[in-house]
């Protein structure tokens, strides 16, 4: 098992930049995945990023050339580094994990973007 703890959500402007950290209970080298999906209000949960093991990443289309995964394992950290903010881009944010074909969860953490 692993617990995800989330951080660096709030409130932002729009084109403004936040960065969400998300620290893991165990060390992220057993950890294959993590990444980070959100979910808006009346809207169905979707991927944001994800970042292998081995240092592979993927990124929703709405986000491409705004926001950067990366991982620490040393720290046993995902970050997500987003910029250019948009309203749409407002929801609560989850950190996932996929360990030996099972997916862990974190809290979520709220980002808000004003226009």
């Known amino acids: 098992q692993v617990q995800l703890v989330e951080s660096g959500g709030g409130l932002v402007q729009f084109a403004g930049s936040l960065r969400l950290s998300c620290a893991a209970s165990?060390?992220?080298?057993?950890?294959?995945?993590l990444g980070w999906y959100r979910q808006a209000p009346g809207k169905q949960r979707e991927l944001v990023a994800l970042?292998?093991?081995?240092?592979?990443?993927n990124y929703a289309d709405s986000v491409k050339g705004r926001f950067t995964i990366s991982r620490d394992n040393a720290k046993n950290t995902v970050y997500l580094e987003m910029n250019s903010l948009k309203p749409e881009d407002t929801a609560v944010y989850y950190c996932?994990?996929?360990?030996?074909?099972?997916?862990?969860w974190g809290q979520g953490t709220q980002v808000t973007v004003s226009s």
């Open positions: 996932y994990a996929a360990l030996n074909g099972i997916g862990y």
């Open positions: 165990i060390s992220a080298l057993s950890i294959y995945a």
């Open positions: 970042i292998t093991i081995g240092g592979r990443t």
